[in-house]
């Protein structure tokens, strides 16, 4: 069964850094692109980066720069790498799936808080 399991947020100052974890049991074949997206409290949800089925990555937003996404095929687990962050990078972050072929992603997990202080 799919299910995207996100972890590791939690508070840090500005300039810290953080590594959010996502298992994403079902989800190991190649069709799936993932992507971790953030939504801050009063604005909408943005992505801020994205894994293609053949490995390609793409970054957006205001975080590009700062952070790495990356997957552990063995694990099916994906990760987000954060660093310099900032007190508006203060978000919930998601990871998400969705066949590769579709436009929208429509899997996604419960979220990891993200809260960074100045």
């Known amino acids: 069964q799919e299910q995207l399991v996100e972890s590791g947020g939690g508070s840090v100052q500005a300039g810290g850094s953080l590594r959010l974890s996502c298992e994403a049991s079902?989800?190991?074949?190649?069709?799936?692109?993932l992507a971790w997206f953030r939504q801050a409290p009063g604005k909408e949800r943005e992505r801020v980066a994205s894994i293609y089925g053949g490995g390609s990555i793409d970054y957006a937003g205001s975080m590009r720069g700062r952070v790495t996404i990356s997957r552990d095929n063995a694990k099916v687990t994906l990760y987000l790498q954060m660093n310099s962050l900032k007190p508006e990078d203060t978000a919930m972050y998601y990871c998400?799936?969705?066949?590769?072929?579709?436009?929208?992603?429509?899997?996604w997990g419960q979220g990891t808080q993200v809260t960074v202080s100045s």
């Open positions: 998400a799936a969705r066949f590769c072929w579709d436009s929208e992603y429509n899997h």
């Open positions: 079902g989800y190991s074949s190649s069709s799936y692109c």
